[in-house]
């Protein structure tokens, strides 16, 4: 019997599927901000307790990955797996190694069981964020940097400094800001750090500073200072693209030459690591007391997602708190549905339940005029209307990116590469 040939198709050039194209053009990370807001404060507790169980579920899942690839990692005497360079040392598993993982494993079925009930409740128990929520806050955020930054410039620029400090952010006119009903109930906002005094330190004081520092919390240092050095010195031009590339560190004499250099009226100013700590602070303190209220509102209204109107309305109610307001009638004609027509068709309805015979609706809806009266709230200007605004229609250039995103997406789809298939000769 003779074999069947098989013919070599030629393969096709594989199509990879697009990648994700990036629709938000914040500056702060989106994804760092989720971390820090979405999962530690808003969902901390339900966060912190399902790692517990996971931890304590994470020995037993490792022991049934032994069991089905037949091998585990060796262990020294005191019970920890020996390594060998960058490896785990891996050794088959015994007959009586492998009943003792499966008795250990059953034993334990029962409270994995209840582990994993307690960790389907939690999730389900803890609060959902629609997309544009982490990019309207992150577009908040660096408001508060940047006008913080401008500020303390133009205060570090009238003192004839070029070093930022935290004595210039609150320098008058800070609480003239728009961002300045966020911040100024902080702690580290109402009780600010006092300036470092230079002094010659000792070798045991250098350690104990360098511990100090690895312990700080620094979690949007890079991006506060990468939005102070766009604010000292604007991005240059490089063959009509924008750049933070200097003249002085472009690569080569053609490049220099085809560069825009941009000097913005506070250049060579730089922020202090203090400076830059203190604002870090700041952001982390107004995430933290945004938590409770965006969960009190969300208790409040009974649901448990959070979307960009919810973020911008709590945060609204915070700028607008102490703010002078005046309320005024707004007088309006509005047509509605005639009462006495509605009360009728409702009657006629049940008359014709009651002799089993069909009902037909009027095709009209009689309709007649009234008099409504609005109250209407009017709050003193204090430029945060034209902040939400502006993240608004950021909001809005967002989604019609992802949306032209998701098209491009479908556009292109994935094509698998040709399969050699036999035929028959």
Same mark, same amino acid.
């Given at each position: 019997?003779?074999?069947?040939? =098989?013919?070599?198709?030629?393969?096709? &050039?594989?199509?990879?599927? &697009?990648?994700?194209?990036?629709?938000? #053009?914040?500056? !702060?990370?989106? %994804?760092?901000?989720?971390?820090?807001?979405?999962?530690?404060?808003?969902?901390?507790?339900?966060?912190?307790?399902?790692?517990?169980?996971?931890?304590?579920?994470?020995?037993?899942?490792?022991?049934?990955?032994?069991?089905?690839?037949?091998?585990?990692?060796?262990?020294?005497?005191?019970?920890?797996?020996?390594? #060998?360079?960058?490896?785990?040392?891996? !050794?088959?598993?015994?007959?009586?190694?492998?009943?003792?993982?499966?008795?250990?494993? %059953?034993k334990?079925?029962?409270?994995r069981?209840? !582990?994993?009930?307690?960790?389907?409740?939690?999730?389900a128990?803890?609060?959902?964020?629609?997309? @544009?929520?982490?990019?309207?806050?992150c577009?908040?955020?660096? #408001?508060?940097?940047?006008?913080?930054?401008?500020?303390?410039m133009?205060?570090?620029?009238?003192?004839?400094?070029?070093?930022?400090?935290?004595?210039?952010?609150?320098?008058?006119?800070?609480?003239?800001?728009? *961002?300045f009903?966020?911040?100024?109930?902080?702690?580290?906002?109402?009780?600010?750090?006092?300036? /470092?005094?230079?002094?010659?330190?000792?070798? @045991?004081?250098?350690k104990?500073?360098?511990?100090?520092?690895?312990?700080?919390?620094?979690?949007?240092g890079?991006y506060? %200072?990468?939005?102070?050095?766009?604010? %000292?010195?604007?991005?240059?031009?490089? #063959?009509?693209?924008?750049?933070?590339?200097? *003249?002085?560190?472009?690569?080569?004499?053609?490049?220099?030459?085809?560069? =825009?250099?941009?000097?913005? /009226?506070?250049?060579?100013?730089?922020?202090?690591?203090?400076?830059?700590q203190?604002?870090?602070?700041?952001?982390?303190?107004?995430?933290?007391?945004?938590?409770?209220?965006?969960?009190?509102?969300?208790q409040?209204?009974?649901?448990?997602?959070?979307?960009?109107? =919810?973020?911008?309305?709590?945060?609204?109610?915070?700028?607008?708190?102490?703010?002078?307001?005046?309320?005024?009638?707004?007088?309006?004609?509005?047509?509605v549905?005639?009462?006495?027509?509605?009360?009728?068709?409702?009657?006629?309805?049940?008359?014709?339940?009651?002799?089993?015979? &069909?009902?037909?609706?009027?095709?009209?809806?009689?309709? !007649?005029e *009234?008099?409504?009266?609005?109250?209407?709230?009017?709050?003193?200007?204090?430029?945060f209307?034209?902040?939400?605004?502006?993240?608004?229609?950021?909001?809005?250039?967002?989604?019609?990116?992802?949306?032209?995103?998701?098209?491009?997406?479908?556009?292109? &789809?994935?094509?698998?590469?040709?399969?050699?298939?036999?035929?028959?000769?």
């Amino acid at each position: 019997m003779e074999t069947p040939k =098989t013919e070599q198709v030629e393969k096709q &050039p594989e199509v990879k599927a &697009p990648k994700d194209v990036v629709v938000d #053009d914040t500056k !702060i990370s989106t %994804a760092r901000v989720r971390s820090l807001f979405e999962k530690e404060y808003v969902n901390g507790a339900a966060t912190n307790k399902i790692k517990e169980l996971k931890s304590e579920l994470a020995p037993y899942v490792k022991e049934e990955k032994f069991l089905k690839d037949g091998k585990e990692e060796q262990l020294d005497p005191s019970g920890k797996p020996i390594v #060998d360079g960058k490896n785990f040392v891996i !050794i088959p598993l015994t007959e009586q190694r492998r009943k003792e993982l499966e008795e250990h494993i %059953a034993k334990f079925k029962t409270r994995r069981d209840a !582990i994993e009930k307690e960790m389907s409740a939690l999730s389900a128990s803890r609060i959902r964020f629609s997309d @544009g929520v982490s990019v309207a806050l992150c577009h908040l955020l660096e #408001d508060v940097v940047t006008q913080l930054v401008e500020h303390s410039m133009n205060a570090c620029k009238k003192g004839d400094k070029k070093i930022v400090s935290v004595e210039h952010m609150h320098a008058d006119g800070a609480n003239k800001l728009a *961002v300045f009903p966020l911040i100024k109930s902080l702690p580290s906002w109402v009780n600010p750090p006092a300036a /470092p005094v230079k002094q010659p330190k000792t070798e @045991g004081e250098k350690k104990e500073k360098a511990a100090k520092k690895a312990e700080s919390t620094n979690s949007f240092g890079y991006y506060i %200072a990468h939005i102070a050095r766009e604010i %000292a010195q604007p991005p240059v031009i490089v #063959d009509g693209k924008y750049s933070f590339t200097t *003249v002085k560190n472009a690569k080569s004499e053609d490049v220099r030459r085809r560069v =825009t250099k941009t000097d913005g /009226p506070f250049h060579g100013m730089r922020i202090s690591s203090q400076a830059k700590q203190y604002i870090d602070q700041l952001l982390l303190e107004f995430l933290q007391r945004l938590s409770p209220l965006i969960q009190l509102h969300l208790q409040s209204v009974k649901v448990k997602t959070v979307s960009e109107q =919810t973020l911008i309305q709590v945060i609204k109610s915070i700028c607008l708190d102490g703010v002078k307001s005046a309320e005024s009638l707004v007088y309006k004609t509005v047509k509605v549905a005639d009462p006495e027509f509605l009360k009728a068709e409702k009657t006629r309805k049940a008359l014709a339940k009651t002799e089993g015979k &069909p009902f037909e609706a009027a095709k009209e809806v009689k309709e !007649i005029e *009234v008099l409504q009266v609005e109250k209407v709230l009017k709050f003193e200007d204090t430029g945060f209307d034209a902040l939400l605004n502006n993240i608004n229609e950021k909001l809005k250039a967002f989604h019609e990116k992802k949306v032209e995103a998701e098209k491009q997406k479908a556009e292109k &789809p994935v094509t698998q590469p040709a399969v050699t298939e036999p035929v028959k000769a």
